[in-house]
Nanobody, 125 residues
């Protein structure tokens, strides 16, 4: 069982940066692949970024590639999403997710077992 708590979301101007953090409970954090997803009003939840158990492999949606960076610290049970050059279309609730997987890193929301409560990111133009 893993509990996830996101933080760091706020209102920011276009072109600005934000750093989202996800704190995970449990002693087996390094056994989990981690992902970030987002959901804008009236839209489906979409994949943003994912990282494998060791941090050696990362994956990004085309819409954020080159602007966002996912990383993890297994000693601190945290995963971070650094978001740069933010755009108004990045406005959404951002969710952290976890799945006990060490080989294949899922890129779809239905493959993740544990979710945080979400943190709101609003980018003003």
């Amino acid at each position: 069982q893993v509990q996830l708590v996101e933080s760091g979301g706020r209102l920011v101007q276009a072109g600005g940066s934000l750093r989202l953090s996800c704190a995970a409970s449990g002693r087996t954090f390094s056994s989990y692949a981690m992902g970030w997803f987002r959901q804008a009003p009236g839209k489906e939840r979409e994949f943003v970024a994912a990282i494998n158990w060791s941090g050696g492999r990362t994956y990004y949606a085309d819409s954020v590639k080159g602007r966002f960076t996912i990383s993890r610290d297994n000693a601190k049970n945290t995963v971070t999403l650094q978001m740069n050059s933010l755009k108004p279309e990045d406005t959404a609730v951002y969710y952290c997710a976890a799945v006990r997987r060490q080989i294949v890193v899922p890129l779809t929301s239905y493959e993740y077992d544990y979710w945080g409560q979400g943190t709101q990111v609003t980018v003003s133009s």
